[in-house]
């Protein structure tokens, strides 16, 4: 990722502006659990998993950073079940549609 950064970073067209990511789904039983279908009964321990991924992309873009010397500045990470931990790991870009409009039909 860091070349690909750097190469197209140094393009006169081209602006990289952000880093975005969302925490990989997690098993709950036998499904997959996506995050963004959090409810207040979701477990602490899940929801701690969430924001370590969240505190990874955090450090990945601070390293991309500084090995590429792009200035990277936006972070987007947090949909509208997880969003409250994205912003307490640095996200400047969260994704909330479905707290605003509801859920998809």
């Known amino acids: ?7 197209t970073g140094i393009k006169k067209r081209i602006y990289l502006m952000s880093i975005m990511g ?5 098993t709950v ?7 963004w279908i959090f409810s207040y009964s979701t477990s602490m ?3 701690e998993r969430v924001r370590r991924s ?7 873009a601070e ?12 972070l987007s990470m947090g949909m509208s079940g997880d969003f409250e931990s994205a912003i307490a790991e ?6 909330i549609g479905t707290a605003l409009f509801g859920p998809r039909t």
């Open 1 to 7: 990722m860091l070349i690909l950064l750097k190469k």
């Open 45 to 47: 321990a899940l929801r």
């Open 90 to 95: 640095g996200s400047t870009m969260v994704r």
């Open 29 to 35: 039983g036998s499904s997959p659990f996506h995050f």
């Open 63 to 74: 390293d991309a950073r500084l090995r590429t010397g792009l200035s990277l500045p936006v």
């Open 22 to 26: 969302v925490p990989p789904p997690v």
């Open 54 to 60: 969240f505190a990874m992309l955090r450090a990945l």
